[in-house]
Every structure is written in structure tokens, then in C-alpha cells.
Nanobody
Framework: QVQLVESGGGLVQPGGSLRLSCVLS????????MGWYRQAPGKQRELVAT???????NYSHSMKGRFTISRDNAQNTVYLQMNSLTPEDTAVYYC???????????WGQGTQVTVSS
């Protein structure tokens, strides 16, 4: 069974940086578009960034330029490098994988990111 496990969340000061990791198990990540979404309390889940198997990336407008998505298919891992963090970035960050042929969708359990002084 496909599983996604996020890690790397925590407390960081405004202006700081954090790198999140997500490991896919139970399948070959090369068959998936992988990405990151986030959800703050009282708000809908929103796109952060996606990375297709062909190497195309897509960023939410508010995150582009500060966040960078990357992936290592050999390790079945997708990363999210977050820089210049603000309190508005506080949310639970979820890893996502979509099969490029069958469109199966999988979600991780989420990792909390808190930006505060």
C-alpha cells in the first residue's frame, strides 16, 4: 500500500528557513506527480508546489520565490525548502502524490510548521 510520511516541521522564527521531506513507500515515485499543500486552522487546504515526473514545477503565487520544491526519485523523496518564512506560513503541510497514469491520489499525515517569535 502506498504511504507518504512527512518530516521536518517545527517552530521557526520569522525570516527563518525550514526544509520539509516526504518519503513515498509502497510504489515507485517516478510514476507520480508529487507536491506539497498546506492548511491553516479555519482555512481550506491550498497548493504550495508540485513537481511532475517530467521535471515541471508549479508554485502557488504567494510562495513562488521563497519556496523551492525538489525531488530525488532514487530515494522516493520530495523536499520543500522554505525561506523567508512569515507567521502567515504557519500551517500543517501535507505531502501529496498523484499517479500519472491512473490518477490515484495519496496524502501524508501532515507536519506542523509554526512561524513565531
Amino acid at each position: 500500500q502506498v504511504q507518504l510520511v512527512e518530516s521536518g516541521g517545527g517552530l521557526v522564527q520569522p525570516g527563518g528557513s525550514l526544509r520539509l521531506s516526504c518519503v513515498l513507500s509502497g510504489s515507485d515515485s517516478s510514476h507520480y506527480t508529487m507536491g506539497w499543500y498546506r492548511q491553516a486552522p479555519g482555512k481550506q487546504r491550498e497548493l504550495v508546489a508540485t513537481f511532475t515526473k517530467s521535471g515541471s514545477t508549479n508554485y502557488s503565487h504567494s510562495m513562488k520565490g521563497r519556496f523551492t520544491i525538489s525531488r530525488d526519485n532514487a530515494q522516493n523523496t520530495v523536499y520543500l525548502q522554505m525561506n523567508s518564512l512569515t507567521p502567515e506560513d504557519t500551517a500543517v503541510y501535507y505531502c501529496n502524490a498523484v499517479h500519472t497514469v491512473f490518477s490515484y491520489i495519496y496524502w501524508g499525515q501532515g507536519t506542523q510548521v509554526t512561524v513565531s517569535s
